[in-house]
């Protein structure tokens, strides 16, 4: 008798998924699978909408990486007005998307995945959050939430709004940076720096008792892509993408958002909202690459920064060429924060940063555009069409999470084999086994542009698909 | 004085409502002393529990999944709030309701797809023809607009309906705010 393994819903996830576990009749794992269970039809309800209406749409894609949509359809609509933005508005529109960073991966480590560092895989699931957090680890907790302010304060400062700021338009940004607020900002750097490193060694000094789940979350073979910048540092909201193979060699480099559909493709599978990005030359699923954190750092020669450089060094010890095992998506999490607290302080000595010149001005220049950038959790690409009125022909969107999909799929497997052995397995077993989709910090709203939730839920079914048997937690 | 039992949902939202939740930063752990937090996307209760004191719910309803969800939601809560513009007034998801899922369907994984071209219909739940308001499937005690309610209009909130003081909505948040 074949038996499903239900987990429903995934928790501590940004959106909602369910896990299945396929075993056959000896109760050996044979499948696994990552279901994605919302969808929106941002691509489709755009249509006939103003192309400048687009940056606040498609910002409603997702609460929690709200700027990234900010920032890459901004850029696909300037692509169609065929301007250059004013060099201050690159460098508040760079700031912002590096503050939504720092606030997301605070929000991924800390409130999300820091239950299962910190306080265990198999401690009290009725503890295991942020509230347990706080109460066991009161420093690293109180940080965490500090970290995750600081990120979504600078937004605030900068766009008025903590969520959904209207700030970022085609063209630029709506209003200069005061004086007082760039102070305010510098005011707010040392916690930052402090809690970050607080985080960083509390991490190294756990990170070796996860060496069994660091050996099989999703510890394989891959390509990556990121964006970087022309001198090989890493690169969050400009620069062009580099895509990498499992042994560090450059496969393709310099892809603008222009080219990129020419590069990527998307499959669908029937199990899930969210498509399956893959290197098309490769096709599907062999094409299958990473991105988000671990892929940045695999891709990048450097921050750029002093601190985040001598993180990145460590890192990069970790393997011999990219490093494949994704539970380090935490490690490079943090790393990604030092070097967003310590860019930002940079972008601040800008002597340009107070100009009052922040938008440029056009009309529709061309029927086409495209724009990319890196979100929290990996790259992130829309791209438009309109008619000559500027209203919305046409869109595509592909997000961060579509392009781990695949990842996060072979990653469920490979753990489950792990964790579920002649049909047994425990609390603390499925716990890691959500844990592994924890590590990517896919963010389901977004891969679908959309989301929800329920039980979990463990059914025995029989080979003529009759539920036998439910243990509902 | 036993504590409070707080749930919140996210069904066809952006998750927007949550994030904002999550602003009162500090004072989150602070509320905590009065509510325990037994079902959200940020605890791993996977069953929603029998009796909760408050349900906060973002997001339209807009699946299958949803319209059950919400039904069960509010027949295990005694106050539920109506949680963000989404929830309150349908907002963004339903800017589908004109077009029909069959063509919101189509464009994302047949026109701008470039292999396996199919509707995904395996384990993922069937959207609704239309995006609705929680509202139109059960009964909303309190309603809290905006894109998302501030952090300050869920500290306020949340301390009056712990607290039993009063509570003026309007002067805090509005739609679209």
Redesign the interface.
């Known amino acids: 008798m074949s038996q499903t393994i239900t987990i429903d819903p995934v928790t501590r996830l940004e959106g909602h998924g369910k896990i299945t576990i396929q075993l056959n009749g000896q109760g050996e794992v044979e499948d696994a699978h990552f279901h994605v269970t919302q969808v929106r039809g941002f691509e489709r309800f755009s249509q006939g909408r103003p192309f400048y209406e687009m940056p606040a749409l498609m910002a409603r894609i997702c609460g929690i990486c709200p700027v990234s949509h900010l920032i890459a359809s901004a850029k696909a609509c300037e692509a169609i007005m065929s301007v250059r933005i004013p060099h201050t508005a690159a460098q508040l529109r760079r700031m912002l998307n590096l503050a939504q960073m720092v606030q997301s991966h605070a929000l991924s480590f800390f409130y999300l995945s820091s239950p299962d560092l910190l306080l265990g895989m198999d401690s009290d699931p009725a503890n295991r959050h942020i509230f347990g957090v706080v109460a066991a680890k009161p420093e690293l907790g109180h940080a965490g939430i500090a970290l995750r302010r600081f990120g979504q304060h600078i937004i605030e400062l900068l766009g008025n709004k903590r969520i959904h700021p209207g700030w970022v338009v085609p063209g630029g940004v709506t209003e200069p940076l005061a004086p007082a607020k760039r102070d305010e900002i510098l005011a707010m750097l040392p916690e930052a720096y402090a809690g970050i490193k607080l985080a960083l060694t509390a991490y190294k000094q756990i990170a070796e008792t996860f060496k069994p789940e660091i050996d099989i979350f999703a510890n394989f073979p891959s390509l990556y892509m990121g964006l970087i910048n022309e001198d090989e540092s890493i690169e969050f909201t400009d620069g062009t993408l580099r895509l990498i193979d499992a042994t560090g060699n450059i496969v393709e480099d310099g892809i603008t958002a222009n080219r990129f559909s020419e590069v990527i493709g998307e499959a669908v599978e029937p199990y899930s909202y969210t498509k399956f990005a893959y290197y098309k030359p490769l096709g599907y699923p062999e094409g299958s690459y990473r991105v988000g954190p671990l892929a940045r750092l695999n891709i990048a020669k450097s921050m750029g920064t002093p601190l985040a450089d001598a993180e990145l060094a460590e890192f990069k010890k970790l393997a011999v060429g990219p490093v494949q095992g994704s539970f380090h998506y935490h490690y490079a999490r943090l790393i990604d924060i030092l070097y967003g607290i310590e860019k930002i302080e940079h972008i601040l000595t800008d002597p340009l940063i107070l100009d009052k010149h922040v938008r440029a001005v056009a009309g529709v220049n061309r029927l086409e555009g495209a724009g990319q950038a890196e979100a929290p959790r990996g790259t992130l690409h829309h791209h438009y069409k309109v008619d000559e009125n500027g209203l919305i022909t046409w869109a595509n969107l592909v997000i961060a999470t579509g392009q781990n999909n695949n990842a996060m799929n072979k990653g469920v497997l490979q753990a489950a084999k792990e964790y579920v052995k002649d049909g047994k397995f425990t609390e603390g077993a499925l716990n890691r086994v959500e844990a592994v989709i924890r590590t990517f910090d896919p963010c389901l709203s977004c891969s679908t542009h959309a989301f929800g939730q329920m039980p979990l839920v463990l059914s025995l079914v029989s080979d003529q698909g009759d539920v036998v048997d439910q243990l509902i937690r | 004085m036993s504590k409070l039992k707080l749930a919140t949902?996210?069904?066809?939202?952006?998750?927007?409502?949550?994030?904002?939740f999550?602003?009162m930063?500090?004072r989150l752990?602070q509320l905590?002393e009065f509510v325990d937090?037994v079902y959200s996307?940020?605890?791993?209760?996977?069953?929603?529990p029998d009796e909760v004191d408050i349900a906060l719910v973002e997001?339209a309803v807009?699946?299958v999944?949803?319209e059950k969800?919400i039904k069960k939601i509010r027949a295990h809560s005694k106050l539920l709030v109506a949680m963000g513009d989404c929830a309150v007034a349908g907002?963004?998801?339903s800017?589908?309701n004109p077009?029909g899922?069959e063509?919101?369907?189509?464009?994302?994984?047949i026109e701008?797809?470039?292999?396996?071209?199919?509707i995904?219909?395996?384990?993922?739940?069937k959207?609704l023809k239309v995006v609705r308001p929680i509202h139109e499937f059960v009964k909303v005690d309190v309603f809290l607009p905006g894109?998302?309610p501030?952090?300050d209009t869920f500290h306020t909130t949340l301390t009056a309906l712990v607290t039993g003081g009063a509570l003026d909505i309007p002067a805090l948040t509005r739609f679209g705010a």
């Open positions: 949902v996210w069904l066809d939202g952006c998750s927007g409502c949550h994030m904002s999550l602003d930063d500090e752990i905590a937090v996307p940020i605890v791993d209760t996977k069953v929603f997001g807009a699946s999944d949803d969800k907002n963004v998801p800017m589908r077009i899922p063509a919101i369907l189509d464009r994302a994984y701008n797809a470039d292999f396996q071209q199919q995904p219909c395996v384990v993922v739940p959207l894109c998302p501030s952090a």
